[in-house]
């Protein structure tokens, strides 16, 4: 059976054909990268972006599954579907990346386990873009391995989707989404419920999330504003301590955000409000009642003003944010902070080749001195469709509620910790062109006063400590191939090859809980093609992490167009992931998943 399926898998790849008939460019990608928007082609940093056709042929229902496929993307779950996952991004830890929603920080206060409660739905998600590589001169703290921006959609209506699947493990999946204008405001809400019995006991969930979205065009300005609610239910089998396998865990995630777009000859003002809360209930055994419980409610809220100006000479980006995070818990008390920050990017116009971005961030939290967190990156195009890049940036984090607070009989946090911050180097190279594209970077990261919770031996307590200096190494290759945009005829979309390679490196005589626990390879294939109109996308995904043996895991998705008559058009879909039912985990031996399977469809008019 393997066999077949692997042959299936390759035998589109087959049929490129050895020419084309016009070879074009690429056409421009507008990213942002930095608060000075730009062209893909135009900046120094290395990046990734998954567009609305790229997750709509997706295997997973989830925005943490989504981007595990990405090379130098770790994401760590302890559940499917969105259930609970770390981020990891070229081997720094899940504490150690920025999370973004339309440019706005959401990286949880009280630990990174929860910066990927996100309170959106795929639905709302119009792309997703991934920077890699040193981002606090941009966005703030903890970027260390880069940056995942979610940026939403746009209300346009009126359109109304349905979905609907089912599956494996007594899975269903049901969502609405309906935009429709409202006067001069333009309005999206969507409601998706997940729900399954669990692939093994104590893995059951129930996950409810709801959006509602808006835009309005004003003589001032055209305002945005976004409110977003997910609430989980779900077995947490020896999800946080190995010796409960009757864990359990509720969480809240509620998210609102205000912004403005204000224009007047080359100076563009952006206003932004936003609020951000989480709350979540974990029971270490629901079998004992009234053991051990922990209710923990945290808040991040704040205002940031952005000034963008352009002309002939330099683009230039400044302004200013200040936030507040508190947190009111079982276990770790109550505790506030105060953030302010103040940040500055030029991007001088000195050659048409080449293209230069400076940036400079000044961030001061309550209790921790002033952090300074400079970068400087550049492109230049060599030859015609080929470029050539460096980056240099230095980014720091301040320790969350739980590395300073947290303690139980099994961990124990450290109030004394001090800010972590790294230097990081990269270079690369791109080729870029309509049919197909080739991307190559190192990078070399020196971390200084890592947090980390270690231990001397097993039946010793988790200890929150700065564990002083790693290096980190790595090197990122990633190949395209789109036979369709140059042959017609071709049944084939699209191929794609990526490989990843980390390694840290640090002398030590103590048990890493974190630090040291990262994804040392890693190989993605995939290929979309066509085939009657049956759309077809496969993906293999080769992982190897330090402590654990090798595995494949294979994901497959078959989509058919059934109805498309002017707004109303119907699509069905199957979809079976794990599909070789390998036994793997990825986080704390949480074991994932076995073959799953699952079918559906959408209607939308």
């Known amino acids: 059976m393997r066999r077949i399926l692997i042959i299936l898998c390759l035998i589109p790849a087959f049929t490129i054909p050895s020419y084309c008939d016009e070879p ?9 990268p930095s608060r000075l928007v730009s062209d893909s082609a135009e900046t120094g940093r290395s990046i990734n972006i998954l567009d609305s056709p790229a997750i709509a042929l997706s295997s997973y229902n989830a925005i943490p599954d989504i981007i595990g496929n990405i090379g130098g993307i770790d994401i760590r779950r302890r559940g499917p579907e969105g259930v609970q996952s770390d981020v990891n991004i070229r081997g720094a830890t899940f504490e150690e990346n920025t999370v ?11 630990t990174g386990h929860y910066t990927m409660d996100l309170p959106v739905t795929l639905a709302d998600v119009d792309r997703i873009e991934i920077l890699k590589g040193p981002a606090s001169s941009v966005y703030g703290p903890n970027s260390f391995g880069g940056v995942i921006n979610i940026i939403t959609k746009k209300p346009e209506g009126p359109k109304i989707s349905l979905d609907a699947s089912g599956g494996s493990f007594d899975y269903f999946n049901t969502l609405l989404s309906a935009a429709f204008p409202i006067g001069i405001l333009g309005n999206r809400f969507t409601i998706e419920e997940s729900r399954s019995t669990g692939y093994m006991p104590e893995t059951e969930f129930n996950i409810l999330s709801l959006s509602d979205s808006g835009v309005i065009k004003t003589d001032f300005g055209d305002y945005n504003f976004l409110f977003g609610y997910t609430k989980k239910d779900f077995g947490a089998d020896t999800f946080y301590v190995p010796t409960y396998s009757n864990e359990e865990e509720h969480t809240d995630t509620r998210f609102f955000k205000i912004d403005g777009v204000i224009e007047k000859g080359g100076l563009k003002m952006t206003p932004k409000l936003f609020l951000r809360r989480h709350w979540d209930k974990f029971i270490i055994d629901r079998n004992q009642p009234g053991g051990m419980t922990n209710y923990h409610t945290n808040y991040s809220y704040g205002v940031e003003l952005d000034f963008v100006l352009n002309n002939n000479f330099m683009d230039a980006a400044y302004g200013f944010e200040v936030s507040r995070d508190t947190i009111d818990s079982t276990n770790i008390q109550t505790h506030s902070r105060t953030n302010d920050d103040m940040f500055f990017e030029l991007s001088p116009h000195l050659l048409e080749k080449l293209a230069v971005n400076l940036g400079m961030r ?11 967190s400079p970068s400087a990156s550049a492109v230049y195009e060599l030859f015609k469709n080929f470029s050539v890049r460096g980056l240099v940036g230095r980014s720091y984090r301040i320790p969350t509620f739980t590395d300073l607070y947290y303690n139980d009989v099994k961990n124990a946090g450290n109030p004394d910790l001090r800010p972590e911050s790294s230097w990081t180097y990269e270079a690369g190279a791109d080729f870029k062109l309509d049919t197909a594209y080739c991307s190559a970077t190192y990078f070399h990261r020196n971390s200084y006063d890592t947090i980390d919770w270690t231990r001397p031996n097993a039946n010793s307590k988790w200890q929150a400590s700065n564990i002083g200096t790693i290096a980190t190494n790595g090197v990122e290759l990633s190949l395209g191939i789109s036979p369709k945009t140059c042959w017609r005829e071709s049944p084939v979309e699209k191929i794609f090859f990526e490989y990843t390679a980390c390694d840290s490196y640090r002398k030590h005589d103590y048990l890493s809980k974190y630090a040291l626990d990262y994804l040392k390879q890693q190989i993605s294939f995939g290929i979309e093609y066509d085939i009657v109109g049956f759309k077809n996308s496969w993906v293999l995904n080769f992982k190897k992490r330090v402590g654990q043996a090798p595995c494949i895991v294979a994901d497959f998705k078959l989509s058919k167009n059934i109805i498309n008559k002017g707004k109303l058009n119907l699509t069905a879909f199957f979809e079976a992931t794990n599909l070789f039912d390998t036994d793997y985990s990825e986080q704390s031996d949480v074991s994932m998943p076995g073959r799953w399977f699952k079918s559906g469809g959408r209607i939308e008019f």
């Open 24 to 32: 074009r460019r690429l056409e421009k990608i507008v990213v942002t």
């Open 100 to 110: 973004l929603i339309d440019g706005i920080r959401i990286n949880d206060p009280q």
């Open 362 to 372: 000044w961030d001061h939290s309550s209790g921790f001195n002033w952090a300074i």
